[in-house]
């Protein structure tokens, strides 16, 4: 069964930076569309940012020209360059992925445990 682990998240001050990474552990499958998504107290988890297996990007309006996805296939790696945060930025972000197993042609999605990412002002 594949695993995603996020890390890096933490503390940042207005205007900071943090990048975030996520691994799939594993074997046996293949990923697909990697994203990112972020739920901030009592709201419902949104859409950061996702990435397809060939780096075709997507961004919410919120973040976009301030945050960054990429990947590394050959590590099953997604990171989120995050800049310019701001207090409203201020989640726990969850990174999830699209795989599909060697043996079969279903997709399956999985979620990390998410790490918390706190802008103070």
Known sequence: QVQLVESGGGLAQTGGSLRLSCAASGSGFNIFTMGWYRQAAENKRELVATITRSSSTDYASSVKGRFTISRDNAKNTVYLQMSSLTPEDTAFYYCNADVVYDS??????????????????
Do not use: D, H, I, K
């Not at 079969?104 to 002002?121: C, F, M």
């Open 104 to 121: 079969g042609y279903r997709t399956y999605t999985y979620w990390g445990q998410g790490t918390q990412v706190t802008v103070s002002s």
